[in-house]
């Protein structure tokens, strides 16, 4: 996709593509202008400024080596925008790192308690002696996982597995003294 022309290319990381700019395939030698933190990147190459995905660029010409996250942060977000301090890069990368919110629900009959940590809620999971279950409910920002980790029916407790690992460890069962005959 071509935008428009830049003749000032000082303070930009030069890079290589596996993309075909100039409808020319092979790897081809560009400069990296700036990173919008998502996943597109505005490149340079003999003076057009095209558009292409982070993945397709890399720091040597074999095609072997990328770049390490904190050099696409110390990128401009626009083409011809300023530069972030390292100081301001760090910041970015580990607020960007931290988008991941994590709930869980308490039901037991027709009523649902919500907290924000897993002590919490085992706290009041330990503190009910009727049948309930506890959900885990994860967002990422870009998506979401939601599923029962713990469940109490006639008694048995079950722990649920996800894949080969317990979504909750036999150690938090101990430590909050949730009463239980048969774990699963």
Known sequence: MIIFTLTNTTNHM???ASYPLDCNPGVTEIEVLS?????YC????????YEIKRGYIWKDPTLTESFPKIQWYLLPTQPLGNKPTKRQAYREMKRDNRKKLTLYTLGYGDTRKQFKNLNDALIAFSSLNQDCWLLRYTNKGYSFTSATI???VNG?????RHKRDYCLKIKHINKYKIQYFKAF
């Open 14 to 16: 030069k890079a290589y």
């Open 156 to 160: 048995w407790l079950y722990i649920v």
């Open 42 to 49: 505005a490149v340079l190459k003999n003076g057009i400024q």
């Open 150 to 152: 713990l469940e109490r």
């Open 35 to 39: 990173y919008d933190r998502n996943k």
